[in-house]
């Protein structure tokens, strides 16, 4: 690579990674303002939700993140690959927490809000910090990295800034099943094409195993039995099988970039 490609790539790499922690920041201290002033009324969402959309927006006319491209894929086997490499991404996420003896529950807003807060607060900061996650990395990194470096190191490259991103303290309790979770995401915006594949995904990842853990109540993973972490194991591993496949199918009917596919 010559000088302006490097630049182009610790740019694309850090400033990513900035912008990020920025958008975080941002979200969590305006949500924080509106609890400790009006703890009853969220309005935290409006300028939360509008500084992440129009991020988006201006990066996308900047940069061309693949916001607006269309699938290069048929849209029925792009969702049945989302699907399955979370199952099997999340499966190594359940087998390592077991292993860490960690317990996990649903996550909490600030403390001393509204029932109406506690939701809107779960809501707009699931949409606003997944929207950014895959806007920053997914986006802006992976896309400008895949011009000048070929596939894995470009993917690798992102899923590690990307899982480094997350906050340290409980990182390494899900270490490798972020990893997985990540390196799902970063090929499926590559097969789909299309960066609201990866979006999509990442909310509903997010608010789907968050719901789940609100149905179930707080879960202690080291306390799972030794025939429930062998069927995760094989869910796990099925999943990822049935993945593989989907990704070589849908690979073979991808449509060159900037052609949408017309298939159902």
């Known amino acids: 690579m010559n000088a302006q490609a490097w630049k182009i790539c610790l740019a694309a790499t850090f400033g990513g990674s900035f912008l990020f922690m920025a958008l975080v920041g941002a979200g969590v201290v305006t949500a924080q303002l509106n609890a400790d002033s009006l703890p009853n009324f969220p309005w935290f969402p409006v300028p939360v939700l509008a500084l992440v959309g129009g991020v988006a927006w201006w990066c996308q006319r900047r940069w061309d ?3 607006n491209a269309p699938l290069r894929a048929p849209a029925g086997l792009v969702v049945a690959f989302a699907v399955t490499s979370m199952v099997a991404a999340h499966a190594l996420w359940v087998l390592e927490k077991s292993y860490h003896g960690v317990t996990y529950q649903f996550p909490r807003g600030p403390d001393g809000t509204s029932a109406l807060f506690l939701v809107t607060y779960w809501v707009a900061l699931s949409l606003a910090f997944s929207t950014a996650s895959e806007v920053c990395f997914r986006g802006i990194m992976q896309s400008q990295l895949a011009r000048y470096l070929s596939l894995w190191p470009t993917i690798t490259l992102v899923v590690l800034f990307n899982t480094f991103a997350h906050p340290w303290a409980t990182l390494w309790e899900r270490f490798f099943g972020v990893l997985a979770i990540l390196l799902a995401w970063g ?13 999509l995904t990442h909310i ?4 789907g195993g968050d719901l789940i853990f609100l149905a179930l109540g707080p879960v202690n993973f080291g306390e799972l039995q030794a025939g429930t972490l062998v069927a995760v ?12 496949w989907l990704s070589r ?5 991808a449509k060159p970039a900037g052609e949408a596919s017309t298939a159902p």
Not at 204 to 207: K, S
Not at 233 to 244: P, Q, R, T, Y
Not at 249 to 253: A, D, K, V
């Open 204 to 207: 509903a990842a997010v608010m």
């Open 249 to 253: 199918l849908i690979t073979s009917r």
């Open 233 to 244: 194991a094989a869910v796990g591993v099925i999943a990822l099988a049935v993945s593989v």
């Open 65 to 67: 993140i693949g916001l």
């Open 187 to 199: 090929w499926l915006r590559h097969i789909s094409g299309s960066l609201r594949a990866t979006i």
